[in-house]
């Protein structure tokens, strides 16, 4: 069980918890093997007013039983994480996958996920860099439902709605009708 502390540093990150060999309960064999490159920094959430970092790929879309390689690149001079949430626990501590990417490196991690059709929370734990875009969602099989708020998935938990362009108008049209009404009630009581 050595492997399951195992954690690979080195001077460009981290990869915590990797697992590229022992199949979680319920998985026979490995179903199919996935790599893929994701990118996190700022360039990705250029063009979504709200955001400040943003991930390549917001969402990931995998068989059950599957084992994924994921070379994470920080495009930014800051640290940035990618990190999976609420895997099994007796295979990954903590329910997690982490790997963590200094300014400017690419550090690759393989972990192999269930054989149940879930939605895994992945993020940046960094402060605030989830909230400023760096979420997103693994779908496994099916999937349980879009979490909230990864963007081009899923709608912020809470919305910033701003007033609507017609605002004004319907401002001055109200102002006017109110108007209207005031003159119309004193015309009736001189009667
Ligand atoms: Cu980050």
């Known amino acids: ?16 918890n990797a697992n590229s060999d022992t199949l979680p309960r319920g998985c026979d064999a490995i179903s199919r093997d996935y790599e893929f490159s994701i990118e996190g920094g700022r360039a990705h959430a250029a063009g979504h007013p709200g955001l400040i970092f943003g991930l390549s790929q917001h969402e990931l879309r995998v068989e059950p039983c599957s084992r994924l390689t994921v070379s994470f690149s920080n495009l930014d001079q800051v640290r940035h994480q990618w990190m999976v949430h609420g895997l099994p626990k007796y295979l990954y501590p903590g329910g997690m996958f982490h790997i963590e990417a200094n300014g400017g490196a690419t550090m690759t991690g393989t972990f192999i996920v269930p054989g149940d059709d879930r939605t895994y929370l992945l993020h940046c734990d960094m402060a605030q860099h989830m909230e400023k875009g760096m979420k997103g969602q693994l779908v496994v099989g099916r999937g349980s439902g879009d979490l909230w708020s990864v963007k081009g998935q899923s709608d912020a938990f809470v919305r910033d709605d701003y007033l609507p362009a017609s605002v004004p108008r319907w401002s001055l049209f109200m102002v006017f009708l109110g108007a209207v009404l005031v003159f119309t009630a004193s015309r009736l009581r001189r009667r």
Request: net charge negative.
């Open 1 to 16: 069980m050595w492997w399951l502390l195992a954690m690979v540093m080195s001077d460009a990150g981290m990869v915590m």
